[in-house]
């Protein structure tokens, strides 16, 4: 019995992996057009990083976090998101201390131990940024249009902002207690996490996607009720950027996210082509979390896009998949030749594959055939004399004799 991947794990691979570095490359460009710089984070941590972050009382704390002891005793996790670890390594590396704001992204895996679904494993990949160092209502704003804008470029339609204010610590704990006093009154109906919630995070109660829950919270308080005159002119202002940069958006009273750090604005992009498990990403404002983790009074900023699920939803045709290597094909004992012209190809940005182990020419084109393959060329020991190659194009039926000094152009014009 040949072993197998670890449950909620899997392979990527070609064609999948065209879709996946198709989607990086264009996010990586947009990027760059915003002043956003890479960062690369451990895989894992000290576990106190994503407890202290995260918040004790979540589910990915709570339930989902891969955490094991190592050979000194210590508690390490693997992360499960990429916040806290940014922020670990802002503050590790007095990014601060530079002043201005910092602008990163990152690209990798995450694991949380949750029941795998369709566009949802327990190692998946994020793409996500941080902006520190600015409480401008603008930044919500363009940090928002930036996903919409990565989005749009690699033709996503069908997509909507949904976003909403958790307040800040002047508003916040009025509510709070207003939505206890509520959940208290239909306790019996919530599952057996959020009862407990009630007392710990009642705000997760709203974010609990148990069905029964759902349906007991719609009538709960509107937070948007309770938000102090700061934080109101703060979401008025977000509105008024996302108006200016044509953003489409629509408030949503019960959106809180699943992360404890999270401070005024939160939002989520979602997709009306996942089903029910529909959002691709989500993020928000977090201007205590820096605090928090033991750095300087630092505002925060930032989101993070599930790749797996939205690999899900890119356009077959929007990824170029078509098979443009040149097999080049030995005819007889000019394996040699055929080395020297994949060099020079290869040489020029081209593509090459020798087919060295063919036993025949009518194999060698087989073989192409099999792969989807169009372009051959066929190099037998009379054009090494000749220093030509006959080229072959295995879908219009056609082919005829190129030098080699004009092979390059002749090839481009040919696959382009």
């Known amino acids: 019995m040949p072993v197998k991947t670890v449950k909620g794990t899997r392979d990527i691979f070609y064609p999948d992996i065209e879709k996946w570095r198709f989607f990086e490359d264009k996010a990586r460009e947009v990027l ?47 992360r499960p998101e990429n916040t806290a670890s940014v922020v ?87 509510y709070r207690d207003n939505l206890k006093k509520f959940l208290e009154s239909v306790k019996d109906k919530l599952c057996e996490d959020c009862k407990r919630r009630i007392d710990t ?41 996302l108006n200016t940069m044509k953003v489409k958006y629509e408030v949503d009273a019960n959106l809180v996210r699943g992360l404890d750090y999270y401070t005024r604005t939160v939002f989520e992009v979602v997709s009306e082509n996942l089903g029910s498990q529909n959002a691709i990403l989500g993020g928000g404002r977090y201007d205590n979390l820096v605090k928090e983790l033991g750095g300087p009074d630092t505002p925060a ?16 045709n929007a990824v170029d998949l078509s098979n443009k290597t040149v097999y080049v094909v030995p005819a007889g004992n000019s394996t040699d030749y055929c080395f020297k012209v994949a060099k020079d190809l290869r040489e020029k940005g081209f593509t090459c594959e020798v087919l060295a182990d063919a036993k025949s020419l009518k194999k060698a084109l087989n073989s192409v055939n099999k792969q989807n393959g169009r372009f051959v060329l066929i190099a037998g020991e009379s054009e090494a004399e000749k220093d030509i190659v006959v080229f072959k194009d295995m879908a219009n039926k056609t082919q005829k004799e190129i030098e080699l000094s004009k092979l390059a152009e002749e090839l481009k014009n040919e696959i382009d």
């Open 88 to 174: 670990r390594a802002y503050l590790e590396h007095k990014m601060y201390a530079e002043g201005g704001i910092k602008r990163l992204f990152y690209i990798g895996p995450m694991f949380r131990y949750e029941r795998p679904q369709k566009g949802r494993y327990r190692q998946f990949f994020q793409l996500g940024v941080e902006v520190f160092g600015s409480k401008n209502p603008y930044i919500d704003a363009e940090t928002i249009e930036l996903v919409i804008t990565i989005l749009e470029k690699v033709g996503l339609k069908g997509l909507s902002v949904k976003i909403n204010s958790l307040g800040c610590e002047k508003c916040r704990p009025v």
């Open 301 to 316: 900023f930032g989101w993070a896009l599930g790749i797996d699920r939205l690999v899900l939803l890119l356009d077959e």
């Open 201 to 241: 995070n009642p705000l997760r109660v709203l974010d609990c996607k148990v069905p029964t829950c759902k349906e007991a919270v719609k009538n709960a308080p509107d937070i948007q009720q309770s938000l102090c005159d700061e934080c109101k002119e703060h979401q008025s202002r977000v509105f008024h950027y």
């Open 32 to 78: 760059k057009t915003y002043n956003f710089k890479e960062i690369i984070t451990p895989i894992f941590e000290y576990t106190e990083v994503f407890a202290r972050g995260i918040g004790e009382d979540t589910d990915i704390v709570h339930k989902e976090m891969y955490t094991f002891t190592d050979r000194k005793g210590r508690s390490i996790t693997l």
